[in-house]
């Protein structure tokens, strides 16, 4: 039950950061092209919402293995050549999630010290901290479904179905 939830935790965040986007931006289309009154604050906080949608976003298709890729190639490959395209694509996503997400995610929001929405006033770190969090929980999901991969494959392969 509680591994459960842990694993919905991503799904629920970009669902309601999703929603507050949605609701946010058409409340402010209505208000602005109807009543001719928009409310100022609902660009950065639907802004904001709309960072965290994508970054915590990622882990949910992640963990899917709702990704695309172009593998049409890599499935005709000789088994060895699959498991070696198999071991680089994966360092290449590791590389994206550590280093990019994780390393410079955290470096870009530890520089937003000090650094204030125009008109709430709210840190950006709040909004940054997308960027590392989701990259973590991506990386968790991947390591899962890449181990699940190398294990069906390596079964299949001793004749064990």
């Known amino acids: 039950m509680v591994k459960s939830g842990l694993n919905a935790i991503d799904d629920v965040m970009a669902s309601l950061a999703l929603v507050g986007v949605i609701l946010l931006t058409g409340i402010n289309v209505l208000l602005r092209y109807i009543f001719n009154a928009p409310i100022a604050w609902t660009m ?4 904001g919402l ?5 970054f915590i976003g990622i882990s949910s298709s992640m963990k899917r293995n709702g990704h695309i890729g172009v593998d049409f190639f890599v499935k005709k490959l000789p088994r060895p ?9 994966a360092a290449a996503i ?6 990019v997400f994780i390393y410079l995610g955290s470096k870009f929001t530890m520089m937003a010290t000090g650094k ?9 770190q709040l909004i940054d901290i997308a ?7 991506t990386a968790i999901h991947f390591t899962r479904n890449f181990i699940l ?5 390596f079964r299949n392969e001793g004749g064990e179905d």
Request: charged share 10%; proline share 4%.
């Open 44 to 47: 950065e906080v639907a802004l």
């Open 50 to 54: 709309f960072i965290w949608f994508v």
């Open 81 to 89: 050549l699959w498991i070696l395209s198999e071991i680089i694509r």
């Open 94 to 99: 590791y590389f994206v999630l550590i280093y």
């Open 116 to 124: 204030l929405t125009p008109i709430l006033g709210l840190s950006y």
């Open 131 to 137: 960027v590392p969090i989701g990259g973590a929980i």
């Open 149 to 153: 991969s190398l294990r069906t494959e």
